[in-house]
């Protein structure tokens, strides 16, 4: 596939798009070089991750291997972006590939961060680490073909790839990245409902888990809509609409539409 990776911040989302491609041996441990902030997450590396890559952390004298791959990826905060392009030591390499999976951070930004670089922005999202994952990826206009089916083939070992024009980035994060935790949120809430109605708290998380699960491969697999399913189970003057009264009085859908402006434009403030 390519010579050596490089990876600057080997955190959670790092590992999970990092640890397919060693699972599935399109690239061996000694192929990998990662860099860590802290001696501390260097030794944690070292000592629990499953595969022996190789791992250095900013003040190690071979730090600069790294840099060196011809590709790269960044997984820091956002924030840490600046603390980073001052670590470069070859800000003048020609030709390199950065895909950054920085929220907000434009190809405009991180071409100027990392001049010489043809620079990638990729969004991705938690399920990466099941392989269930989604990464949206937009380009810089001077890459090539072969160069974007490289990049695509290293997300799509994780998960779904779909390609964007950058302007749709933003939104894309919104509704694929940060709607994981409002799920979650939904799940805890309706949980929290069984046991107000007296159900044990693992019973009914794990009864709205399979209902939700139902429920999903009803409207994808067998390609209901939304609007079929919601009246299939809504008779009148029933249970089901007793309860969409109260989320409509409630403002539950304008809450859920809110929700994902309010991270897009959240995602557009770190640029
Ligand atoms: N969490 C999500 O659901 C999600 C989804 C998609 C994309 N993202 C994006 O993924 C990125 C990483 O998120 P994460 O959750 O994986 O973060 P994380 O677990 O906090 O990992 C950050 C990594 O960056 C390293 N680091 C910090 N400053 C550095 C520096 N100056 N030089 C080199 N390494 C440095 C840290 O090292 P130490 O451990 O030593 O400090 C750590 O390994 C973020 O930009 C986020 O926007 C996150």
């Known amino acids: 596939m390519f010579e050596s990776l490089g990876v600057i911040g080997f955190g959670n989302i790092a590992k999970a798009i990092v ?3 060693l699972d599935k041996t399109l690239l061996e441990p000694e192929q990998i070089h990662c860099l860590v902030k802290t001696r501390e997450s260097y030794e944690n590396i070292k ?4 595969y022996n890559i190789n791992i250095h952390y900013i003040n190690s004298e071979d730090a600069s291997l790294v840099w060196e791959c011809p590709v790269k990826i960044l997984s820091v905060k956002p924030q840490q972006l600046e603390s980073v392009k001052e670590l470069n030591p070859l800000p003048n390499q020609n030709n390199q590939i950065l895909i950054s999976i920085l929220a907000g951070v434009s190809i405009q930004k991180l071409e100027k961060s990392f001049p010489n670089h043809f620079c990638v922005r990729a969004v991705t999202n938690i399920p990466i680490t099941i392989g269930r994952g989604i990464t949206g990826i937009s380009y810089t206009s001077s890459i090539d073909k072969e160069q974007k089916e490289f990049i695509k083939n290293i997300f799509e ?3 779904k790839v779909y390609e ?6 933003d939104i894309f994060l919104a509704l694929t990245s940060s709607a994981p935790a409002i799920i979650s949120l939904i799940v805890e ?3 929290d409902g069984g046991l ?3 159900l044990h708290k693992k019973l009914s998380e794990e009864l709205v888990l399979e209902m939700m ?3 999903i491969l009803l409207l994808k697999e067998e390609n209901f809509s939304t609007m079929d399913l919601k009246n299939m189970v809504t008779s009148p003057a029933g249970t089901t609409i007793s309860a969409l009264r109260v989320l409509e009085k ?3 859908r304008s809450a859920l539409i809110e929700s994902i402006i309010a991270a897009t434009n959240r995602s557009k403030q770190f640029n």
């Open 19 to 21: 640890t397919p491609l």
């Open 47 to 50: 000592k629990n991750y499953k």
């Open 157 to 159: 070992r994780s998960g």
């Open 164 to 169: 964007f024009e950058e302007n749709y980035l």
């Open 189 to 191: 809430a309706l949980s």
């Open 196 to 198: 107000s109605g007296g």
């Open 213 to 215: 699960l139902g429920t």
């Open 250 to 252: 409630r403002s539950f």
